[in-house]
């Protein structure tokens, strides 16, 4: 009851205020006159408010994978869901519908923090809501890792990423083998070799490493390659990313993970922008 009267609350609070946006013509006291509209184009200058709608040549692509109970989990025999669960239902009488969200912090797309396989960066409280979010937004390159290999140093060598390039999505045979569709985990799946970590850190400028399945690190090397990773608390590795049908080359992207205090994971929402 109290829940109900508070959202037709602040639905009456809402309807009353203005929105500085929807003004068209009026200008709103925030912004210089005449320039509180969405219509001002963009190479008109002035220094004032404008705001222009994404033409048809910035097209949003959505590479976070959804959030359902079949997403796969590390864990053999483990499952991820159900993700979400109706925790008041109007179906049972209740006035409302109220969900929780329950889930491991690195199910489906995620990003790691620095403190998730070290404990010093741990003790330092480098958790998720420390991560630097210039280094999750901005250009990045989509690269097609070739299809034989684990990323070793020597695969990493073949791909000749340019240095200055700081944000890099490593499509893999995961993307091919859909693993991030598939319920039951893999363990076979492609993911840095501890040499191929090291090769990185060493001889490339990259900050955000994206890979197509849970674990940035090989299996073989699931310890070895997050601690190479991870003695440089500025790399950030975003994991489970949907890769599917993404043309490679040159975007921006844009991830925001949840604001998750003392966390060493958290789900994360990446788009594409081209
Ligand atoms: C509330 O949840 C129930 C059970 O899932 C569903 O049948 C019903 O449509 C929902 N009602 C609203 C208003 O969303
Ligand atoms: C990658 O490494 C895993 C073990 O970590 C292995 O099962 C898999 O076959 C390797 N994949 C390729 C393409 O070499």
Redesign the pocket.
């Known amino acids: 009851m109290a829940v109900a009267l508070l959202a037709s609350l602040l639905l009456a609070l809402l309807l009353l205020v203005p929105s500085p946006l929807s003004a068209g013509g009026d200008a709103h006291p925030g912004y210089p006159s005449g320039e509180g509209t969405c219509t001002v184009d963009s190479d008109a200058g002035g220094g004032g408010f404008w705001l222009r709608e994404r033409g048809p040549a910035g097209r949003i692509i959505d590479i976070t994978h959804a959030y359902v109970p079949d997403l796969p989990a590390f864990a053999p025999g483990a499952v991820a869901g159900p993700v979400v669960r109706?925790k008041h239902?109007?179906?049972e009488g209740s006035e409302y519908?109220l969900s929780e969200l329950r889930m491991e912090c690195h199910t489906g797309t995620h990003v790691d923090a620095p403190g998730h396989i070290n404990q010093d960066n741990f003790a330092a409280g480098l958790d998720v809501d420390t991560l630097d979010l210039d280094v999750l937004n901005g250009p990045a390159l989509l690269v097609d890792v070739p299809r034989n290999t684990n990323i070793t140093a020597e695969a990493m060598e073949f791909l000749k990423i340019p240095k200055g390039v700081r944000r890099v999505l490593f499509r893999t045979l995961n993307t091919d083998r859909k693993l991030m569709w598939k319920k039951a985990g893999d363990l076979s799946y492609v993911g840095f070799t501890e040499d191929g970590a090291q090769w990185l850190v060493d001889n490339t400028d990259i900050k955000l490493v994206g890979v197509d399945y849970l674990s940035v690190a090989a299996f073989d090397h699931l310890i070895s390659a997050h601690v190479v990773f991870f003695k440089n608390p500025d790399i950030i590795p975003v994991e489970g990313l949907k890769l599917d049908d993404v043309p490679a080359g040159i975007y921006n992207l844009h991830c925001l993970p949840l604001r998750l205090v003392g966390a060493e994971g958290s789900p994360v929402r990446c788009i594409l922008i081209k």
């Open positions: 109706l239902s109007m179906a519908n």
